[in-house]
């Protein structure tokens, strides 16, 4: 049964920062990864998407993904108080089914 | 685009009674829909997986006995809380996938609270 865990459960980061946010997941199946981000009182909302080893980058944000130590993480660079939200990882194993962690609260203050 | 919509988006109900809720996607084909349950830890279950042509799947702590769920088409899904109590408390999130495509789109969800 896939087990996926997000570290930390909360970040405080001033205006500006890097901010790191970790997942980690069980099935070494594993195909396809996500990070979704919550805005408060929003819908979960797909922010960037990996399927294999390696880095990407979309504008201040980047995905690392390693299989073979079952790890993902997103990085922001330039952290701005409107990416405060709650940010959820997300792994498929083939088929239908994603299983999302428990989510980190990022709270960036100016 | 792709939009899940889903209602109502509050509600709230005595201890032990039945709530339903109803999900409808738009703009694509819901092959699946999974329903997840995000509890005021903000902690994110899974509560059932939901395929077209397939068994609707529940996870572990969760039986379609608690939550009967129907996906009827590709377009609507609605899930019961049936005999509701404190600990079912949370937003019920709907999210849906075509065949094609990777990624979940989400409903806002429908805030249980209750009494």
Known sequence: QQNVQQSPESLIVPEGARTSLNCTFSDSASQYFWWYRQHSGKAPKALMSIFSNGEKE?????IHLNKASLHFSLHI?????????????????????????????????? | GALVYQYPRRTICKSGTSMRMECQAVGFQATSVAWYRQ?????????????VNSAIKYEQNFTQEKFPIS??????????????????????????????????????GTRLTVV
């Open chain 1, 77 to 110: 660079r330039d952290s701005q108080p409107s990416d405060s939200a709650l940010y959820l990882c997300a792994v498929r194993t083939g088929g239908y089914k994603v299983v999302f962690g428990s989510g980190t609260r990022l709270l960036v203050s100016p």
């Open chain 2, 71 to 108: 996906h009827p088409n590709l377009s609507f899904s609605s899930m019961t809380v049936l005999n509701a109590y404190l600990e079912d408390r949370g937003l019920y999130l709907c999210g849906a996938r075509d065949g094609g495509n990777t990624e979940v789109f989400f409903g806002k």
């Open chain 1, 58 to 62: 979309e504008g201040r944000f980047t």
């Open chain 2, 39 to 51: 509890s005021p830890q903000k902690t994110f279950e899974l509560i059932a997986l939901s395929t």
